[in-house]
C-alpha cells in the first residue's frame, strides 16, 4: 500500500500570503491529486493529473511534483480556502488519501 | 448538472447487513465508472470501492472484501453498496462519487452509517 504523508498537519495563513502543501508518497506514483473540504461538506476536486485545474477552481491554485514528492500551492491565500486539503493516489490499488492538511485563514 | 444522492443510511448492529443507494442524474451514468469512499467522524477520506462503466470490474479494499458489495444498474442510473457483516469500525460517512478517467470528480451529499448495538 502507497502511503501518502501530508505536511504540515495543521497551518494558518494570512490573506494574501502564499501557502505550500507538500504530499510526500511511499512509492513513486504516476500523478497526484488534490481535494479541499470544507467543514461538513463533500470533498471538491482542485487538482488532477498533478497540474491540471478542475473545472471552475480558481487559478491561484495550482499543483507540481513528481515521483514521490508533490506540492499544492495557492497563490494569494483568502478566506474562501480554510478547508482541509487531501493528496490521493490512483497509480495503485488500494487507492489512497493523505491524512490531510488544515488550512486555517489568521 | 451532475447530482449524486445516497440514501439507505443509518443505525445498525454488529454483524447485520446494510444497502446503500446512490441516485445519479445530470450526466449519461453507464459511461462512468463510479466509486464509494468513506469518511469516519473525524478522520480522513478512505477509498471503498470501484465499479467500470458496465458493471464488469470491481475493486475493493481488502477490509471489505467478501463483506461489501458494489453493484449498478445503468437503465436506472444508480450506484448500490451492500454491506454484510458490519463492524464497528465501518462507521462512517459513505460518499458516492462519479469516477473521470480514474479520479472523483463528482462527489455526493454523503450518507451517514453507524454501527453499534
Known amino acids: 500500500e502507497i502511503v501518502l504523508t501530508q505536511s504540515p498537519t495543521t497551518m494558518a495563513a494570512s490573506p494574501g500570503e502564499k501557502v505550500t502543501l507538500t504530499c510526500l508518497a511511499s512509492?513513486?506514483?504516476?500523478?497526484m491529486y488534490w481535494y479541499q473540504q470544507k467543514s461538513s461538506a463533500s470533498p471538491k476536486l482542485l487538482i488532477y493529473?498533478?497540474?491540471s485545474l478542475a473545472s471552475g477552481v480558481p487559478d491561484r491554485f495550482s499543483g507540481s511534483g513528481s515521483g514521490t514528492s508533490y506540492s499544492l500551492t495557492i497563490s494569494s491565500m483568502e478566506a474562501e480556502d480554510a478547508a482541509i486539503y487531501y493528496c490521493l493516489q490512483l497509480t495503485s490499488t488500494p487507492l489512497t488519501f493523505g491524512s490531510g492538511t488544515k488550512l486555517e485563514i489568521k | 448538472e451532475v447530482q449524486l444522492v445516497e440514501s439507505g443510511g443509518g443505525l445498525v448492529q454488529p454483524g447485520r447487513s446494510m444497502k446503500l443507494s446512490c441516485a445519479a442524474s445530470g450526466f449519461t451514468f453507464s459511461n462512468y465508472g463510479m466509486a464509494w469512499v468513506r469518511q469516519a467522524p473525524t478522520k480522513g477520506l478512505e477509498w471503498v470501492a470501484t465499479?467500470?462503466?458496465?458493471?464488469?470490474?470491481?475493486y475493493y479494499r481488502d477490509s471489505v472484501k467478501g463483506r461489501f458489495t458494489i453493484s449498478r444498474d445503468n437503465a436506472k442510473s444508480t450506484l448500490y453498496l451492500q454491506m454484510n457483516s458490519l463492524r464497528s469500525e465501518d462507521t462512517a460517512t459513505y460518499y458516492c462519487?462519479?469516477?473521470?478517467?480514474?479520479?472523483?470528480?463528482?462527489w455526493g451529499q454523503g450518507v451517514m452509517v453507524t454501527v453499534s448495538s
Open positions: 512509492s513513486s506514483v504516476n500523478y
Open positions: 493529473y498533478t497540474s
Open positions: 465499479i467500470s462503466y458496465d458493471g464488469s470490474s470491481t
Open positions: 462519487t462519479r469516477v473521470r478517467n480514474y479520479d472523483f470528480d463528482y
